[in-house]
């Protein structure tokens, strides 16, 4: 049922060790967007992008980086792990909005990440 | 400060009684407000969406109404089915490039 595809659904790995999250969607969504979520906490925006080239950081400041190199394509990496980084990584898009410019999102499935 | 306040407390009800969410905002001034649904382990999913000049909007089982002057946006579930537990997430918006910023959401259990 998604057009938005996370993976890996799940990861444990190190301390240390370099991640990157994989978000694709099939919907041709230009805005596209990282969440953290940790469990029974609200969602917190750590980047989001409007374009190819285009990234910018959101309201939780975050050591992750991401790129946007093509449209359906915006990858999250954490170059050196650590367990403060244990949680829930959301990747959602949206379209034009239509004539309204309402921003809906449809949201993968979620990476949880865990850090030893 | 932009502030969402939903209840943080779980909200259990019987199966066919109606579940009424609160969702408030301050600093805010929306052109509209987004209700998604969010079961664990999974990322939320859109229900419902109701600009600023309507009070009102309907689907199936579902009823979300927005008060401007209140800042507040309440969500109906009707005959409420243990099927509709799961955490319920507002989200006020603008039509500007901003993204949207998500309340903590409010757990509902339906007991059969």
């Known amino acids: 049922e998604a057009d938005i595809y996370q993976t890996p659904r799940y990861l444990v790995i190190g301390t240390g060790k370099k991640i990157t999250l994989e978000c694709s969607q099939t919907?041709?969504?230009?805005?596209m967007y990282w969440y953290q979520q940790d469990p029974g906490m609200e969602l917190h925006l750590i980047h989001y992008?409007?374009?190819?080239?285009?990234?910018e950081k959101g309201d939780l400041s975050s050591e992750s980086t991401v790129s946007r190199i093509r449209t359906e394509h915006f990858p999250l990496t954490l170059e050196s792990a650590r367990p403060s980084h244990t949680s829930q990584y959301l990747c959602a898009s949206t379209g034009q909005g239509g004539s309204f410019g309402a921003n809906v999102l449809t949201f993968g499935a979620g990476s949880r990440l865990t850090v030893l | 400060s932009q502030k969402i306040e939903q209840n943080s407390e779980a909200l259990n009800i019987q199966e066919g009684k109606t579940a009424t969410l609160t969702c408030n905002y301050t600093?805010?001034?929306?052109?509209?407000l987004q209700w998604y649904r969010q079961d664990p382990g999974r990322g939320p999913v859109f229900l419902l969406l109701i600009r600023e000049n309507e009070k009102e909007k309907r689907k199936e089982r579902l009823k979300v109404t927005f008060d401007t002057t209140l800042k507040q946006s309440l969500f109906h579930i009707t005959a409420s089915q243990p099927a509709d537990s799961a955490t319920y997430l507002c989200a006020p918006g603008d039509t500007g490039r901003r993204a949207l910023t998500f309340g903590s959401g409010t757990r509902l259990q339906v007991q059969p």
């Open positions: 600093n805010y001034s929306p052109a509209y």
């Open positions: 919907m041709g969504h230009d805005k």
């Open positions: 992008s409007y374009g190819v080239n285009s990234t």
